[in-house]
């Protein structure tokens, strides 16, 4: 009896800072998708002025954006994600 009274005492809290550690986790992933999204937004942005310039190498930016924003939702969406849930 005294030792389920104090597994019951010690799985509680810790039950409970697992909880909030997963929680911290899944806003962690939110800020940094927001972060990434809103980089992301910048970097088109900058396309469209250097477009509107006249820039050269607007074909090369858009590679290298296509493909940061394919890395970020690789990283984001499928190895964050496949382990929070």
Do not use: E, H
């Amino acid at each position: 009896m005294l030792y389920n009274n104090l597994i019951l005492q010690i799985s509680g809290p810790l039950n409970d800072f697992g909880n909030s550690l997963l929680v911290d986790a899944r806003t962690a992933k939110n800020i940094a998708i927001m972060l990434g999204t809103a980089y992301g937004a910048w970097g088109l942005y900058k396309i469209y002025v250097a477009w509107n310039n006249g820039g050269n190498d607007i074909p090369q930016k858009l590679i290298r954006w296509f493909f940061s924003v394919f890395f970020l939702g690789t990283l984001m969406f499928a190895i964050v994600n496949s382990i929070l849930t």
